[in-house]
C-alpha cells in the first residue's frame, strides 16, 4: 500500500517535468512547419521586380504578346510612354485581333500628342468589341481634342451612364465645357476629376489656365502648387508658374520660373519663346540672348529668331554678332525692314548722328533746304461780286 501511494506520489512530481518537455516538442514542431510572414513590397520595389521577371519571358519567347502587354501597361504606368508605345506596338505584331491592345496603345499616343494614331488605335479597339466606359472615355477625350464637340459629347454620355464617378469623365466633361464657352462649369469638373484622381496631371493644367484666363490668379497659384508638390518634374507646371506671374507683372520671378522649366526640360521651346519675350520687354537682353539661342538650335526656322537675336545684341553693345544675324535675315530676304532698321540704327550710334541726319549716305532721313525752295504766295481777290443786287458793285477797302 505504502509502495503504491509512493509511486502515486512520484507520478504526481514528474507530471509537470513531463508536461513541459511535451509542451517544447510541439512548440519546435510548429516553429518548424510555421510559413513565414510575406514580404510586403512596395510599388516601385513590385514593378522593378515585375519588369525583370517579364524581360526574362519575353528573352526566352514564352507568350509574347501577353508579356508586352503586360510590361507595356507598367511601363505605361510609370509614365515611361515611348517604352511602353515599343512594347504594345511588338504585342500587336505578335496578336493583331485584340482590343484591349489596341486600347493601351490609343491611351499612349494621347499622352504623346499623338491624336490621329490614337483615334485610329481607339476606332480599332471599338471595332474588336472593346467596348469599355475606358475606351468610351478616352474616344471623347481624342474627339474633343480634335474639336469634334458633338461625337465627343455623345461618348462621353455613354461613358458616364456606364461609369457615372469616372474622374477621366470628368476632365474630358471640363475640357468640353471649357471650349464651348462655360468656364466656371469647366472649373466645377476639373476639382471633380483632380479630387478623385490626383494622378490626372492635365486636370491640374487645364484648372490653372482657365483660372489663369479669368484672372482668379490666386486660386490658380494654389492649384499650381499643389501639382508642383506632386508632380515635380513636369516643365508645364513650371512654365505656367511663369505665365501667372507674367500676368502679376512680376517679371523677375517669371523669369525664374521659365528658367525652371528649361532646366527640367531643355527643349521645351515654349519656355525659352516666352523667357526671351519677357527679358526683351524688360530689357534684360542677356537672359534673352541665352534663351534664343537654345531656340535656334531647336527650331532654327522659329519666326524672326536672327532679327530678334539681331536686336538683343544690338541692345548689348555687341554690334559685330548684331549685324551677323541681320545680315543672315537679310540674305534670306534682301527687303526685310525690321533688319535694315537694326542696321541703320547701329550706324547712326557709332557716327554719333541725330536721328535726321545730313550725311549723304542717309538721304531718306535729310532735311528739306527751304532756302533754295522759291515760294509764291497767293493774293487775295480785292472785288467780290454779290449776286443779291446786280445792279452795284461791292468794293472792299
Known amino acids: 500500500m505504502r509502495i503504491t501511494k509512493l509511486i502515486y506520489h512520484l507520478i504526481l512530481l514528474a507530471l509537470p517535468v513531463i508536461t513541459t518537455v511535451f509542451q517544447s516538442c510541439q512548440s519546435d514542431a510548429r516553429n ?15 514593378e ?7 524581360s526574362e519571358l519575353i528573352y526566352r519567347g514564352v507568350d509574347l504578346d501577353a508579356n508586352y502587354f503586360k510590361r507595356a501597361r507598367i511601363y505605361y504606368d510609370q509614365e515611361q510612354y515611348k517604352l511602353a508605345l515599343e512594347d504594345i506596338s511588338a504585342a500587336i505584331d505578335e496578336q493583331e485581333n485584340i482590343g484591349e491592345y489596341f486600347l493601351l496603345r490609343g491611351k499612349i499616343n494621347r499622352e504623346l ?49 456606364l461609369a457615372p464617378y ?16 462655360d468656364s466656371l462649369a469647366s472649373l466645377t469638373s476639373m476639382d471633380y476629376a483632380m ?29 499650381n502648387n499643389k501639382a508642383i508638390k506632386r508632380f515635380p518634374l513636369i516643365a508645364e507646371l513650371y512654365f505656367e508658374r511663369g505665365q501667372i506671374y507674367n500676368v502679376l507683372s512680376k517679371p523677375d520671378t517669371a523669369m525664374i ?42 527650331n532654327p526656322e522659329y519666326p524672326q529668331i536672327h532679327n530678334l537675336l539681331g536686336f538683343c545684341y544690338e541692345k548689348s553693345g555687341d554690334y559685330p554678332k548684331a ?43 535729310r532735311y528739306v533746304d527751304t532756302s533754295r525752295v522759291k515760294i509764291n504766295l497767293i493774293q487775295p481777290r480785292r472785288i467780290i461780286n454779290i449776286p443779291v443786287d446786280s445792279s452795284r458793285k461791292v468794293k472792299i477797302q
Open 32 to 46: 518548424n512547419t510555421r510559413i513565414p510572414p510575406v514580404v510586403k513590397k512596395n510599388r516601385a520595389q513590385w
Open 48 to 54: 522593378k521586380d515585375a519588369l525583370l521577371s517579364l
Open 113 to 161: 500628342g499623338d491624336l490621329d494614331q490614337g483615334l485610329e488605335d481607339a476606332e480599332r479597339a471599338e471595332v474588336l468589341q472593346q467596348g469599355s466606359p475606358e475606351l468610351y472615355v478616352l474616344l471623347a477625350d481624342l474627339l474633343q481634342a480634335k474639336d469634334r464637340f458633338r461625337e465627343a459629347g455623345r461618348y462621353l454620355n455613354h461613358a458616364m451612364k
Open 166 to 181: 469616372d474622374a477621366s469623365a470628368y476632365y474630358v466633361q471640363g475640357m468640353l465645357q471649357a471650349k464651348q464657352g
Open 195 to 223: 479630387n478623385n484622381n490626383p494622378r490626372m496631371l492635365r486636370a491640374y493644367l487645364q484648372s490653372i489656365i482657365i483660372n489663369r484666363k479669368l484672372q482668379n490668379l490666386g486660386q490658380a497659384l494654389v492649384v
Open 257 to 298: 520660373y521659365y528658367q525652371k522649366a528649361i532646366s527640367v526640360n531643355p527643349k521645351y521651346s515654349d519656355a525659352l519663346a516666352q523667357m526671351a519675350d519677357v527679358g526683351i520687354k524688360n530689357k534684360y537682353y542677356g537672359k534673352a540672348i541665352v534663351a534664343l539661342t537654345q531656340l535656334l538650335k531647336l
Open 323 to 365: 549685324r551677323e544675324f541681320y545680315g543672315i535675315t537679310l540674305a534670306s530676304d534682301p527687303d526685310d525692314r525690321a533688319a535694315h532698321n537694326g542696321i541703320w540704327r547701329m550706324k547712326r550710334n557709332e557716327s554719333g548722328e541725330s536721328y535726321y541726319s545730313n550725311d549723304s549716305n542717309e538721304d531718306q532721313y
